[in-house]
C-alpha cells in the first residue's frame, strides 16, 4: 500500500486528511475519472477556456530583454493575457466545471494573492453559483485590489485572522468549511497541494499552459525550447508549464521559488530548498518545519508565494533532481519585476517576477542561439500599490 | 490486552466520559494540575492534545488553546514530562494523545511511541491519518507491539465498506464524529445518530464513543443512552480559555463541570 497507489510521485502526495472529507474526495475522483474520458466534457472546458478566458494564450518573443540580459533568446508563455490575468482561471474554470456536474451548488476557495479568489468569484458568477473565498486578512490588505474586485463579482470574502494571518491560514479554514458543507459545497483547491486527487487535477487543468507552450514554439522554430522556467508558489503554474516537457530529456527546467528575506526559519518560502518531508493540508510533501515538525510561518514578498508546503509532484521533481530548484529574494523579484517593466512593458505579477530573475541567470548560462520560455504565470496590476510601498522602504 | 480494552470489558460504567485537553495552555505546569483535577473528577479515559499549529480538523476554541500553548517554547520533552505526572497521579486511568502526524512524524515514530509508552500513554487520535496509508499500518504494526491502541475516527459521511476495511487496523474505540464539520459546540446532531452508533456497533467489534460537539449535560446524558463513550473536548477547553490565567479557577470549574458531565451519564 501507499507509495504505488494512484495519488502519490514517488512517496510524496496521498490523502492525509480528515475522514470527514474522504467520501468527498473520492466522489472527485471518480467523477473526474469519468469526466476526462468523456468527450462532452472536453468540449466544454475547451469552449470556456476558448472564448471566455481566452486561449490559447500567445507566445511572446521577449526582444528587448533578449537584448538587455544577452544570452539565450527569450520567451514569454503569456498567462497574464487570460480573463482575470492570470493562470489561476484554467483551474477554476476546470473544477467548477466538474462542481456543477456533481450536482453541487456552493464553491469556497482559499487565495493568497487574490487572483485565485478572484478566478473563482469569476466563474462563480458566471455559472451563478454561490461563492465563497477565505483569505488572510493580512493579505486581504496587500492584495486589496483583488479582495474588493471578489466582493464586487458577488462572492463573499471571509478574512482569516489565525496565526499569521496568510494563505496557510486560509486553506485551513477553507478546509473546515468543506468538512462542514461538504454535500452541498465544492472546495476549488487553487494550486497543485491538497489531499489527492487535487494536486492531479488542478496539473491536469494547468497542463494546458506547457503543451500550447511546447506545440507553439515548436511550429514556430521547429525545435524545441533549451529550457523553461516558472515561479513556485503551491506550484500550480509551473506544473502546468513542467508537465509537457518532463519527458524532453534535453529540455532543462527551472523552478522559482520564494527565497524572502534570507534563509532563517519565517524569512522565506524555500520549501525546496529548506523544506523536509512532512503532512500539511491533506498532503504528504517538503514543509518548512522546525526540529518538533511544528510549521514555521512563510515569508515572501509576494502573497501567491507566501506558503510553507509545496505541490507533492515538486517535491518529487526536486528528489530526482528533473528540475532545478533555485531562490529568489524579495529583493531581487523586486529589480526583476521593475525590469522586465521597463524593458518589455509587461507589469508582471510579482510571483513572476521571481521567475525572470532565475531566467536570467539561466540565459546568461545557456549563451546566445538558445531558447528559453518563461511562464508568464499573471499580471502585475495587483501589486502596483505594494510595489510602490516597498520602493518607499527602499529610499 | 489493552488497557483500553480491559476498561470497557470491566463493566466498571454505563459509558466511558472521555474528557480532552490541549497541553501547555496557558503552560505546561498549570496543564498538570489541570489534568490532575479532571482524572479526581471522573474521567474514565483522558485525551491529552499535543499541540499543532495547523490543526485543520479543530474549531475555533481548541484552535485557539493549540495557539496559546505554542506561544510557549513547544518541546517533545515538555510534553512527556506533564504526561507522566499526569499519568503518576491515577496510573489506572488510560490517558491517550490526540496530535495530528506531522510532530509524530517528525519526532520518528518509534521513538514517539516509546516515549509517549513510557509517559503512561496507551493510545493515540490522529484526525488526519486515515487507515488506508502506509504510515498508518506502519503505525498500526508498532502499537500493537506496544500493547497502545489506534483510535480511528468514523464520520457520518463514512461509507458502509470503508467503515468494514477501517475494521481491521482499529482498536481500543471508535471515535465517532457526531456530526459534520469540526470540533465545538454544537447544538444539534446529526438526526440518524442513533441507528448510526448502532450500525457501527455491529459492524466492528469495538466500543463506540461519540464526540465532536457535545457540551452539556443533557446532551451527554441522551448520548450515552447508546454510545459507549462520550468524548468532550472544546467545552472543556473553553472552560481553561475562560479561566486559564487564574488556575485555581480553572481548577474549580473544570471539577465542577466534569463532574456534572460524569454524574449526567451514570
Ligand atoms: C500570478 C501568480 N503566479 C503564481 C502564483 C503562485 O501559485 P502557483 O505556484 O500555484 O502557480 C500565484 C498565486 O496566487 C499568482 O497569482
Known amino acids: ?266 524569512e522565506h518560502s524555500a520549501t525546496l530548498t529548506y523544506g523536509k518531508t512532512g503532512f500539511l493540508h491533506g498532503t504528504k510533501t517538503l514543509i518548512i518545519q522546525d526540529e518538533f515538525g511544528q510549521i514555521v510561518p512563510a515569508h515572501s514578498v509576494s502573497a501567491g508565494l507566501d506558503y510553507p508546503g509545496v505541490g507533492p509532484e515538486h517535491a518529487y521533481l526536486s528528489q530526482t533532481g528533473r528540475v532545478d ?3 529568489v529574494t524579495d529583493e531581487q523579484a523586486l529589480d526583476s519585476f521593475l525590469e522586465v517593466t521597463r524593458v518589455e512593458g509587461i507589469i508582471p505579477a510579482l510571483e513572476t517576477a521571481h521567475a525572470f530573475h532565475v531566467a536570467r541567470d539561466v540565459a546568461k548560462d545557456l549563451g546566445k542561439k538558445k531558447d528559453l520560455v518563461i511562464c508568464l504565470s499573471g499580471r502585475g496590476d495587483k501589486d502596483v500599490t505594494e510595489v510602490l510601498r516597498l520602493l518607499g522602504e527602499r529610499k | 490486552m489493552s488497557k483500553i480494552k480491559s476498561l470497557f470489558e470491566s463493566g466498571r460504567f454505563k459509558s466511558a466520559f472521555i474528557p480532552y485537553f490541549t497541553l501547555g495552555d496557558p503552560n505546561y505546569n498549570d496543564s498538570i494540575e489541570f489534568g490532575k483535577t479532571i482524572l479526581d473528577n471522573g474521567a474514565d479515559i483522558l485525551e491529552l492534545g499535543i499541540p499543532f499549529s495547523d490543526p485543520v480538523a479543530d474549531g475555533p476554541v481548541i484552535q485557539r488553546a493549540a495557539a496559546r500553548s505554542l506561544k ?95 475494521s481491521k487496523t482499529s482498536s481500543g474505540f471508535i471515535y465517532y464524529v457526531t456530526s459534520f464539520g469540526v470540533t465545538g459546540e454544537r447544538r444539534e446532531f446529526s438526526v440518524d445518530l442513533k441507528e448510526r452508533i448502532k450500525f457501527l456497533k455491529d459492524t466492528i467489534q469495538l466500543p463506540i464513543c461519540a464526540g465532536f460537539g457535545i457540551s452539556t449535560p443533557d446532551q451527554a446524558n441522551q448520548i450515552s443512552q447508546y454510545a459507549d463513550g462520550i468524548i468532550i473536548g472544546s467545552a472543556i477547553q473553553r472552560v481553561i480559555e475562560e479561566n486559564g490565567s487564574d488556575k485555581t479557577k480553572t481548577v474549580t470549574a473544570l471539577a465542577d463541570y466534569i463532574s456534572k458531565i460524569r454524574a449526567s451519564i451514570s
Open chain 1, 325 to 327: 530548484y533555485r531562490m
Open chain 1, 1 to 266: 500500500m501507499g507509495k504505488n497507489l494512484p495519488g502519490y510521485f514517488g512517496e510524496f502526495g496521498g490523502r492525509y486528511s480528515p475522514e470527514i472529507l474522504t467520501e468527498a474526495l473520492e466522489e472527485l475522483e471518480s467523477t473526474y475519472h469519468k469526466l476526462k474520458k468523456s468527450k462532452k466534457f472536453k468540449k466544454e472546458l475547451e469552449y470556456y477556456l476558448k472564448n471566455y478566458v481566452g486561449r490559447p494564450s500567445p507566445l511572446t518573443y521577449a526582444e528587448r530583454l533578449t537584448k538587455l540580459w544577452g544570452g539565450a533568446r527569450i520567451w514569454l508563455k503569456r498567462e497574464d493575457l487570460n480573463h482575470t490575468g492570470a493562470h489561476k482561471i484554467n483551474n477554476a474554470i476546470g473544477q467548477a466545471l466538474i462542481a456543477r456536474f456533481m450536482g453541487k451548488k456552493r464553491i469556497i476557495a482559499e487565495t493568497g494573492a487574490g487572483q485565485h479568489g478572484l478566478a473563482t468569484a469569476t466563474v462563480g458568477a458566471m455559472f451563478g453559483m454561490e461563492t465563497v473565498v477565505y483569505m488572510g486578512a493580512v493579505d486581504v490588505e496587500r492584495q486589496n485590489l483583488n479582495a474588493k474586485k471578489i466582493e464586487m463579482l458577488g462572492a463573499k470574502i471571509l478574512p482569516v485572522t489565525a496565526g499569521e494571518a496568510t494563505l496557510k491560514e486560509a486553506t485551513s479554514e477553507a478546509m473546515r468549511d468543506w468538512a462542514l458543507n461538504v454535500s452541498t459545497t465544492h472546495y476549488i483547491v487553487g494550486s497543485a497541494i491538497g489531499p489527492h486527487p487535487f494536486p492531479m487535477i488542478v496539473r491536469d487543468f494547468q497542463s494546458f499552459i506547457g503543451s500550447e507552450a511546447r506545440s507553439e514554439f515548436k511550429k514556430r522554430n521547429k525545435k524545441l525550447p533549451n529550457a523553461i522556467v516558472a515561479c513556485v508558489g503551491g506550484g500550480s503554474n509551473s506544473i502546468g508549464m513542467f508537465h509537457a516537457f518532463l519527458k524532453d530529456k534535453q529540455v532543462a527546467i527551472y523552478g522559482a521559488e520564494a527565497g524572502g528575506l534570507g534563509p532563517k526559519p519565517g
Open chain 2, 72 to 166: 510557549n517554547r513547544f518541546s517533545f520533552d515538555e510534553i512527556f514530562r506533564v504526561t507522566k505526572a499526569i499519568h503518576d497521579h491515577k496510573p489506572e486511568t488510560p490517558l491517550v494523545y490526540l496530535t495530528y502526524f506531522n510532530p509524530i512524524y517528525h519526532c520518528g515514530i518509534t521513538k514517539f511511541l516509546d516515549r509517549a509508552k513510557e509517559s503512561g500513554i496507551v493510545g493515540l487520535v490522529i484526525p488526519d491519518l486515515p487507515f488506508d496509508t502506509e504510515e498508518s499500518e506502519t503505525l498500526f504494526r508498532e502499537l500493537k507491539v506496544r500493547d497502545m491502541d489506534l483510535i480511528h475516527l468514523v464520520t457520518p459521511a463514512s461509507e458502509k465498506k470503508r467503515i468494514q476495511a477501517l
